[in-house]
């Protein structure tokens, strides 16, 4: 599978049942590696101080029953029946939800949108436009005039990301540190303590240091491993049920739930904070989606997860209301209910079940923040694509450290699944309640649904997860601070970086060059025009950069060929190969001046070896193979062109692996076609470095002053590249406040030294960058 298409592309696709069936047994390795490992700890966590396990069962079966009606009516009916439909082109999580938002409203961060965006095939409403009379339409012209509005819904998204960045550290701990537990019952009660920590603590080391590998080789064990697990706790949960109490399923009734909270009171109400722990991982069936499909995940869930996970519950309640006093100190936990001949080997399924569902939240950690960084919430990190095959597989190092030292210093600090169970259940439902709030926008604005039926969906659901949150912040001393304390921090990095990127997008916007000023040099722009092509990367989408004109002022001189080459991330799940660049002139022909916008999803893998630059080339070539003699003034014309803000008619081009008929380059002479004609120039002390020529098809025919374009780029590009970069320092303007001078001069500073510059992922050679320096007074 090619590493940007992916599976996304499958979901457009009809699917055969064999298919539907191979992706929903994958899934069990992926999606729900955490969901599965929780019967390790929802009892114990349940049960660990606030209520206690009396003779009369009320609150046994109380738990059973909440935990029952939380696991039907979260997972099952909102995300498996509900939430999965909010896909985004495939894709789903909490960036997909404000992604589908900022298509149908005009709330995106992203300061270099444009209008050309809206005609990407992905990007495209399947629906009409909502009727002017609808709520739907007012609450649309709300968001959109108010500023307040748009970034209250940017901060809602980043908390729910900066929650599963949180869930990252948490879920790991917890879950190693439980399945690491059972060894409670294999030694002394004086000797365990001293046991646990360490192997739990080796066991992570081990799991961070390993990621840099990728799944892809041991991927393939993910699915059995948690098959098996569900299959041994479903098989335990049913010996429990037979062997000690048939009638348990009476537990599942709702009346249980009102007695266990009659009897104990606020003690009830706060061990709620344990039994929502039985549904973490319930996120990633749509987190995960882009790698599966809709049908896939609910069958997986429906037909065997949950199924599982029942059993697992009702045997560990069937065993414990036969069980109330228990000579061990492990007194209500998974463990205590398997039989003693099995608990060794239940042990190591744990373990390794742990490890997988880690490795999914790992992973997932992953690919939050490479979405935030897309979207310039946050600072550009190293990304590794470990696996050239399987999409979505990446690896960044800095945060991975970060992860394991944060996870190492949970575990040591706690060293007991009480307070790690409340840091972690605070994260899962926080990011569970922003979902919420974003659906039921989706609801009016996407969907075009009944208000009503959006406020139905946030009464039930949000009134659910507000009891549970209300429980879990409650104990906020009691570990709960930890998330909350992530986020603060994570949020704060991700507020200084977009207001430092905003500021200085908005700076090169008001100092940006006309293109007027450039026409007015005359084709050889009033300097020197040297062979090669003159590289520029710049953040605008029109104008002329004031790095340009800065560079020109201290050097009258420059490449024969110009571009002004835009990387950008748009609001959209992936960009396809054809729709990939746009390109344009910047004025006349004869200037040889031209303006490049790459575009990117936020799940997009961005091309990061030299291909990338053969690719620019054979796009521009391709558009002055397509252009007309006389550019008509309108804005939209055939084949995929518009314009811009300044008037310069951008053409949709694809890359040469998706165009065969079209232009092509070869470095070697051999005749693979009807090529234009390889001209040189004259004898020079310098060296050409390699010979160009370009393969374009015999029709259509194109005019002689395509042909001697084409000429001038292949000349350029056998002189070689040379890519100009602005390096720039920013600072506060004089005048400005305390708060603005901190966060530009000293947060936004020491972020931007201490991460990637935006031009790392087009691997540029450094003999032939050049840096433009420049200070930016925002």
């Known amino acids: ?155 809602l998204a980043l908390v729910g990301a900066c929650m599963v960045i949180g869930d990252g550290v948490l879920t790991p701990a917890l879950s190693v540190f439980s399945a690491v537990s059972g060894v409670e019952l294999a030694m002394a009660k004086e000797h365990h303590k001293y046991v646990e920590v360490p192997v739990a603590c080796i066991i992570l080391i081990a799991l961070f240091a390993l990621q840099h590998y990728g799944t892809h080789r041991v991927g393939f064990l993910f699915a059995p491993v948690v098959t098996l697990w569900l299959l041994c706790i479903s098989a335990i949960g049913l010996y429990n049920i037979i062997h000690w109490n048939p009638h348990i399923y009476q537990a599942l009734s709702p009346v249980y739930m009102y007695r266990f909270l009659k009897k104990t009171q606020t003690g009830g109400w706060k061990s709620l904070g344990g039994i929502l722990l039985c549904i973490t991982g319930s996120e990633a069936m749509f987190a995960d989606l882009g790698h599966f499909s809709q049908l896939s995940i609910q069958i997986a869930f429906t037909s065997f997860v949950y199924p599982s996970l029942i059993l697992a519950y009702m045997g560990q309640a069937a065993y414990l209301s036969q069980h109330h006093v228990i000579e061990n100190d492990y007194q209500i936990g998974f463990y205590i209910s398997v039989p003693k001949h099995l608990r060794i080997p239940v042990l190591l399924i744990a373990i390794l079940a742990a490890v997988v569902g880690s490795q999914a939240i790992i992973t997932g950690t992953f690919s939050i923040i490479k979405q935030c960084s897309s979207l310039g919430c946050f600072p550009k990190v190293k990304i ?268 949709v081009v694809g890359t040469p692996s998706t165009h065969l008929e079209g232009v092509h380059m070869r470095t070697n002479s051999e005749d693979l076609g009807t090529e234009v004609q390889e001209i040189r120039t004259a004898p020079t002390n310098s060296q050409v470095k390699k010979r160009v020529r370009f393969v374009v098809p015999e029709t259509p025919k194109i005019d002689d002053g395509s042909r001697a374009e084409l000429r001038d780029l292949m000349e350029a590009r056998e002189a070689g590249v040379a890519y100009i970069l602005g390096h720039s320092y920013v600072k506060a303007k004089q005048g400005s406040g305390l708060i603005k001078k901190m966060v530009i001069n000293l947060g936004y500073e020491f972020l931007r030294r201490n991460s990637r510059q935006s031009t790392d992922s087009l691997t540029v050679p450094h003999a032939s960058t050049l840096e433009v320096g420049m200070v930016y007074h925002v």
Request: glycine share 6%; charged share 20%; hydrophobic share 45%.
């Open 1 to 155: 599978m090619d590493l940007e298409t992916g599976f996304y592309q499958n979901h457009q696709k009809r699917q055969s049942w064999k298919t539907v069936l191979t992706l929903a047994y994958q899934s069990l390795g992926v999606v729900y590696g955490d969901l599965s490992t929780s019967p390790l700890y929802v009892f114990k966590s349940t049960f660990a101080g606030d209520i206690e396990h009396s003779e009369t069962n009320e609150e046994i079966f109380g738990a059973l029953s909440f935990i029952f009606w939380t696991l039907t009516l979260v997972p099952l009916l909102k995300y498996v029946f509900i939430v999965l439909k909010a896909d985004d082109n495939g894709e789903g999580g909490t960036f997909a939800l404000y992604s589908l938002l900022c298509r149908h409203a005009r709330v995106s961060s992203l300061p270099n949108c444009q209008l050309a965006d809206e005609e990407l095939s992905s990007y495209r409403k399947e629906i009409p436009s909502l009727p002017l009379s609808s709520f739907g339409s007012r609450l649309k012209s709300t968001l959109e005039k108010y500023r307040v509005l748009q970034r209250f819904l940017l901060v």
């Open 384 to 651: 590794v694509h470990t696996s050239s095959k399987f999409h979505g597989q990446i690896y960044i190092p800095e945060i991975n450290w970060i992860l394991m030292m944060l996870c190492l210093a949970v575990t040591i600090g706690f060293r007991d699944t009480k307070r790690m169970g409340n840091a972690s259940g605070l994260a899962v439902i926080t990011v569970m309640l922003v979902t919420t709030c974003l659906m039921s926008l989706v609801i009016v604005l996407c969907w075009q649904q009944s208000v009503f039926l959006a406020i139905a969906f946030v009464v039930f659901f949000g009134t659910i997860e507000a009891l549970y949150f209300s429980a879990s912040l409650i104990k906020f001393l009691e570990g709960a601070w930890v998330p909350i304390a992530l986020s603060l921090v994570f949020m704060l990095v991700m507020y200084v970086w977009h207001y430092g990127t905003i500021k200085k997008y908005e700076f090169d916007v008001q100092n940006k060059v006309s293109v007027d000023w450039l026409l007015s040099l005359g084709p050889t722009l009033g300097i020197v025009r040297v062979r090669g092509i003159g590289l520029v990367h710049t953040e605008l989408v029109s104008g002329i950069p004031a790095i340009f004109s800065h560079f020109v002022t201290n050097l009258p001189a420059f490449h024969q060929v110009l571009i002004f080459l835009c990387v950008k991330s748009v609001p959209v799940p992936h960009v396809s190969h054809e729709e990939r660049f746009l390109v344009g002139h910047i004025g006349p022909r004869e200037y040889r001046v031209y303006r490049c916008i790459v575009r990117y999803g936020y799940r997009d893998v961005h091309k990061d070896d030299v291909e990338f630059e053969k690719d620019l080339v054979c796009s521009i070539a391709e558009f002055i193979r397509k252009q007309k003699d006389e550019n008509t003034p309108d804005g939209k014309r055939a084949d995929g062109e518009t314009c811009n803000d300044d008037d310069e008619v951008m053409t």
